[in-house]
């Protein structure tokens, strides 16, 4: 007669600390190959926006438009990107 082993699932602790900021993440990740890591990660479903046929012109000051472009710049993005992303953000946080 056969036996069946009830296998139990231990929750294996992930070797990949917590952190407290992006900034930190960022800087560890910049030491550890994510090599090592890959059992710990399991697949995502990425969403991509969809029909972003129309648009809207907004005229700005130039210091305006300046530090805009400029954190845009910090951040990796373009202007055009960054006040999309702000106008989705604030649209979900005032509940519109």
Known sequence: MKQIKNKQKEKIKSRIPEFSSLEEEARWF????IADYLEEFKPVKVKFAKNLSEGVTIRLDEKTLGKLRSHA???GVGPTTLARMWIIENLERIGA
């Open 73 to 75: 710049h910090k951040k």
């Open 30 to 33: 910049e030491t550890h190959s």
